[in-house]
């Protein structure tokens, strides 16, 4: 940390390290930056590459690799006054702008310094959205084309930019996003009265029109440049209003039928304006409300779960003692038991402890044999989870028959079985979050 300290004095003066200290405090809050999912191999005369899963920031590659990204705004000033923002209009807190070149800079010595493997970018919206627009557009198409950067790249679009300046930043970004926030559009116009959907939609249409069009340049002229080839990312906030999971969920399945939506992601709130009376008083983010929606998220798009399957009119909220899928299992006991041996590989995903990996596994190691317990845990199936929801003719010592299943436990018994204390305790003390909305 010294060394970084002391390169970084070195190559940037006093003035512009301050001037980046309150920018990437001021990005924090938007967790929309992910894997890229491409591919920019070496080439001559460019700088660096960008390998398939480089790109998340301060996370871990599937070979292990810690990977970073440069998380940074070109300025917090905003003219929006949106109630959860950190970085709303009324606020009183450290302002600071980059110029493009300065970003420029920044960027291409931390990558040369291998600090970083990428960049994602945002701003504030100032005097109007395209004269931001314009000004990110300018520093993505400069790193490539001035300064031949290669690595990756995640822009935050501008709600209300042209379709001109959507179109040309494309050409040079990986990925683009642009933040929902708030489900529901009239709780949006509660918190942010300055904004609305349409101008959060219309740029993902763009985007999406663009890369379209690509593939199809792309299959008539091989050589044709990309647009945006690792696809869009947005954010909802999670606990700033009244929604339910079920209408935060509805909203991430019909961004999921778009063919260019890659993630939804889900900001727990953070209380960084609890002086304003129309937000909640929550004394810590709803952090395992957060990591439900992200299990129900996986569900939808790996699990081939519908959303009205996880949520319903009777159960709007998830669950907060057991994962999503575990909840669903407890509700449907007359799905089970699951023969492993014959089931189809539809059903044998909707056992809670057999993941993906460990249903394919089953699918294609029975046609060899039958599969047993033994297999099963070989495979890494959670057998504390499965064996109340499985059979497969024969069971180990660890797991004498009989064996008392889903039906004959009944789920309000076997439910405490398989909620640890630990997971009780931390699901309690989020229910007891103050979570009253004022009037106004």
Not at 269 to 287: C, E, F, G, H, I
Not at 412 to 424: D, G, N, T
Request: glycine fraction near 6%; charged fraction near 25%.
């Amino acid at each position: 940390m010294k060394k970084f300290s002391y390169l970084c004095k070195n190559m940037l003066t006093d003035k512009t390290l301050e001037k980046l200290r309150i920018l990437a405090e001021s990005a924090k809050y938007d967790v929309s930056c992910s894997s890229s999912g491409t591919v920019r191999s070496g080439r001559k005369g460019m700088v660096g590459n960008t390998v398939g899963g480089v790109g998340i920031c301060h996370s871990f590659a599937d070979d292990g690799r810690c990977i970073s990204l440069l998380k940074v705004m070109l300025t917090n000033y905003c003219k929006y006054d949106c109630a959860y923002c950190i970085n709303r209009r009324s606020n009183d807190i450290p302002r600071a702008t980059l110029s493009v070149s300065e970003l420029e800079e920044i960027t291409m010595e931390f990558y040369r310094r291998n600090y970083i493997e990428g960049l994602f970018l945002s701003s504030g919206v100032v005097r109007n959205p395209d004269y931001t627009m314009e000004r990110l557009t300018a520093i993505v198409r400069d790193l490539r084309t001035v300064h031949r950067f290669n690595g990756y790249i995640h822009l935050k679009s501008i709600p209300g930019a042209s379709r001109e300046l959507l179109a040309e930043a494309g050409r040079y970004a990986d990925r683009m996003s642009v933040n929902i926030e708030i489900p529901r559009e009239e709780s949006l116009k509660l918190l942010a009265p300055e904004k609305d959907h349409q101008s959060v939609f219309q740029p993902m249409q763009l985007i999406q029109q663009g890369v379209l069009e690509n593939k199809e340049d792309r299959k008539k002229f091989r050589h044709a440049p990309r647009f945006v080839p690792a696809g869009q990312s947005t954010q909802m906030i999670v606990g700033a209003t009244k929604e339910t999971d079920r209408d935060i969920l509805f909203m991430s399945s019909s961004l999921y039928g778009q063919p260019t939506m890659r993630r939804v992601y889900y900001s727990g709130y953070v209380s960084v304006n609890t002086y304003d009376p129309r937000l909640p008083v929550l004394k810590q983010p709803p952090l395992v409300r957060e990591n439900r929606l992200y299990q129900a998220d996986w569900l939808m798009r790996f699990y081939q779960f519908k959303v009205d399957e996880i949520v319903d009119d009777a159960h709007a909220n998830l669950d907060l003692d057991v994962d999503p899928k575990l909840g669903w299992a407890l509700r449907h006991p007359e799905f089970f038991p699951v023969d492993i041996n014959t089931a189809a590989y539809e059903h044998i995903l909707r056992v809670p402890g057999i993941g993906v990996k460990s249903a394919n596994l089953i699918v294609n190691s029975r046609r060899f044999g039958r599969v047993t317990s033994f297999h099963l845990k070989k495979m890494g199936v959670v057998m504390k989870k499965a064996k109340y929801f499985i059979t497969c003719g024969e069971l180990t010592d660890a797991y004498s028959q009989p064996i008392v299943g889903v039906n004959e436990l009944h789920p309000e018994r076997l439910r405490p079985l398989l909620v640890s204390k630990a997971q009780q305790k931390r699901a309690a003390a989020e229910q007891q979050l103050s979570l009253e909305f004022e009037d106004g």
